[in-house]
DNA sequence: TTGACAAACTAGCAATGCTAGAATAATTAT
DNA sequence: ATAATTATTCTAGCATTGCTAGTTTGTCAA
């Protein structure tokens, strides 16, 4: 019989739009507009039912987050052009980064500043989380022997520059400086 | 009559308390504990008087980074030892700055993370903001041109790095090499 | 038709930031 | 000294939040 098919096809597209709701609500109007009885709202239901979806609030961010994190990796590799040179991928992926930070400030602040449940580094991490640093890796490793310390650094650099610039703590208008003394600093190359 | 000069001595008196209650609690129960009840509770005076001294709650943490910032400045400064070459201050300053973000993560995040209403870059910016900059600034000159953005850059790795690895998103154990390898790049010396 | 189970809803709790309006204390004017 | 005024502080409560207990409604097998 297919009607229990139906009922899990139909529970999975409810929490799809559980999530694109809360997705579209945060880029529009912030996090701090995304509660859980306007969520309720949009689908249509009443809020208990968002409880057998998740467990709290803060799993629907890491929901919307994970999204994040398979966009982010498949931008970043978007990013990594056949025909550049090693110096010019990490200027190239360090930009794209940046441009993804600001874009999306509500998707960036869900996969890095707010509390989301996601673990990581574990051995259930899903692929999204391993998946931008792997292209990260792909254009380091050429400048380094260990790959994983000098990809955790330039994803570090990456992330101070997108969050100081976000709260403001640095000047908007250098930005191009700083990933060319970036880029400079990995390669090695002036 | 120094009547009012007492009274506005015991208002400052009683703004101090409010912050350091704030501060002490947030670093033992961190910051989703620090309500105006219960900093009211502690100073022994009901809830609207808090809003006599600060506009929000948002305004108090802001004290309390403020606070930080004076103490991160001078703990950078200190970390620059006379006697050590230019490439050691760099990594004195860089060891300093994350010893500082990971001993008062609470003060980190006021600082850093949480909405405080402080203003950077504007003519009123408290001293407080700019020194730390500054002295970063100053192990950082002697290995760059543009003194500025070299070191926006390296406070944004900096930054990066305390964030990250407050997340669990890079490796804690190799935080000594992340360290060796921006002091490398800044420097240009292996 | 009935009984058992699943799904969804109504209603409400406890906690939050913040504030209007009343009450009290202190100061000034008469 | 007393009354009027001003400054301080408090009580009480609003609106909103995440979350949940308990009830109702719907579904399906016996």
Redesign the pocket.
């Known amino acids: 019989m297919g009607?229990s098919e139906r009922?899990t096809r139909e529970r999975g597209e409810r929490e799809r739009r559980i999530v694109v709701a809360a997705r579209t609500i945060a880029e529009r109007d912030g996090w701090a507009s995304?509660?859980?009885?306007?969520l309720a709202e949009e689908i249509e239901?009443?809020?208990?039912?968002l409880?057998?979806h998740f467990e709290?609030?803060?799993q629907i961010v890491g929901a919307v987050a994970l999204e994040g994190f398979g966009e982010l990796a498949a931008i970043l590799r978007a990013a990594i052009r056949p025909s550049s040179t090693s110096k010019e991928r990490v200027e190239d992926v360090a930009t794209a980064y940046l441009d993804f930070a600001f874009d999306r400030p509500a998707m960036y602040e869900a996969m890095f500043v707010l509390p989301t449940g996601l673990r990581f580094a574990r051995s259930d991490t899903p692929a999204q989380l391993r998946d931008g640093f792997g292209a990260m890796a792909t254009v380091i490793a050429p400048f380094s022997q260990d790959a994983d310390t000098a990809t955790e650094t330039f994803w570090a650099a990456l992330h101070g520059l997108a969050e100081l610039e976000r709260h403001g703590r640095i000047r908007p208008a250098f930005r191009a400086q700083r990933i060319a003394l970036i880029t400079q600093m990995v390669s090695g190359q002036p």
């Open positions: 009607i009922k995304v509660t859980i009885r306007r239901y009443s809020q208990p039912v409880y057998s709290n609030r803060d």
